[in-house]
């Protein structure tokens, strides 16, 4: 069945580094990635998307690769703030079913 | 606001009932979503609607009910609540199909007692 992981359950980074986060995927072959953030207590929001015949997409200080051999997508946020503390969700879609299918997130925390 | 709202925000209510969770987006989208999201965090897709016709209907139990009175509403009726319902329901919208960005509501947390 189609399995979605991202890396790691928590990320811990000091303010101004990049952050980097994974998102794995085997048994699928997903014609877009999209990259959601979400607060506690609130609904996912919308990043970035990327499409499967796309390298890379950048808005601002967000950067989103995409790497259909690997199966993976890194997500970079760079010179990090702590304002950028959230989960951070990868979710895959196929153009035939519109249905995203989500990762169990990351939660990144940025320190001063 | 544009937005996605849902109504209610909390529901309690015990084992057994019926209840209704209501959306509307007035962003102009054709299509809807319901998801519901975990106590583990897990998001996962019950119901999609375009243009009031459903598309994706998961593998759900028929205690839920989505119904689309127009293209801007999306509500979620649950018959004989059980403890395993008790999680967040989130609304999202889309422009259209065909791997658009997702807009979703604020979410509503079902307890189950």
């Known amino acids: 069945s189609q399995k979605i992981e991202q890396n790691s359950e928590a990320l811990n980074i000091q303010e101004g580094k990049t952050a980097t986060l994974t998102c794995n995927y085997t048994n699928y072959s997903p014609a877009y990635l999209q990259w959601y953030r979400q607060d506690p207590g609130r609904g996912p929001v919308f990043l970035l998307l990327i499409r499967e015949n796309e390298k890379e997409k950048r808005k601002e200080r967000l950067k989103v690769t995409f790497d259909t051999t690997l199966k993976q997508s890194l997500f970079h946020i760079t010179a990090s703030q702590p304002a950028d503390s959230a989960t951070y969700l990868c979710a895959l879609g196929a153009y035939n079913t519109d249905k995203l299918i989500f990762g169990t997130g990351t939660r990144l925390q940025v320190f001063p | 606001d544009t937005a996605v709202s849902q109504t209610p925000k909390y529901l309690v209510t015990q084992m057994g009932n019926d209840k209704s969770i209501k959306c509307e987006q007035n962003?102009?989208?054709?299509?809807m979503y319901w998801y519901k999201q975990d106590s583990k965090k897990f998001l996962k897709i019950m119901f999609s609607y375009n243009n009031k016709e459903l598309i994706i209907n998961e593998t759900v139990p028929n205690r839920f009910s989505p119904k689309s009175p127009d293209k801007a509403h999306l509500n979620l009726h649950i018959n004989s609540l059980e403890l395993g319902d008790s999680a967040v329901y989130f609304c999202?919208?889309?422009?259209?199909?065909?791997?658009?960005?997702?807009?979703f509501g604020p979410g509503t947390r079902l307890t189950v007692t």
């Open positions: 999202a919208s889309s422009p259209r199909v065909g791997g658009y960005e997702q807009y």
């Open positions: 962003l102009g989208h054709d299509t």
